[in-house]
């Protein structure tokens, strides 16, 4: 396990970023390399470096099926703890739009909205605005 440099370390990838969530949405799944891939659509060679890099850090474990491996979380390693939230990231933020919207839109008239556009789409830049 490193001790200076791990988030970089552990996040510093889209397909890192993708594996990691996909195990910490899933704590109790147990994952081929190609389950993961099909996952996160990411390739297979990317998937197998991102569980190599987590089991090194003591984030997963790796066990043996004959020449197959099955990838598990390793839910007792505090940095499990500590990236938990992670996963969840995405529905915090679009529940907290739609918190927002709600109170703008709570007597306005409006009986109904609809996102569209970039954000519903999942496309959103930073600086995309929110179309309804």
């Not at 799944?29 to 060679?45: D, F, H, N």
């Amino acid at each position: 396990m490193h001790f200076h440099g791990l988030p970089q370390r552990l996040l510093g990838s889209r397909a890192r970023m993708a594996v990691l969530t996909a195990l910490l949405k899933s704590p109790r799944t147990t994952w081929t390399g190609r389950e993961l891939a099909r996952e996160t659509r990411i390739s297979p060679s990317q998937v197998m470096a991102a569980l190599r890099t987590f089991e090194d850090e003591g984030i997963c474990h790796e066990r043996r099926v004959g020449r197959a491996s099955e990838w598990s979380l390793a839910r007792g390693s505090f940095l499990v703890k500590k990236l938990a939230s992670i996963a969840r990231l995405d529905e915090e933020a679009q529940r907290r739009l739609s918190s927002s919207l709600n109170r703008v839109l709570r007597g306005s008239g409006a009986l109904e909205a609809y996102i569209f556009g970039s954000v519903a789409a999942g496309r959103e830049e930073a600086r995309s605005d929110v179309d309804l």
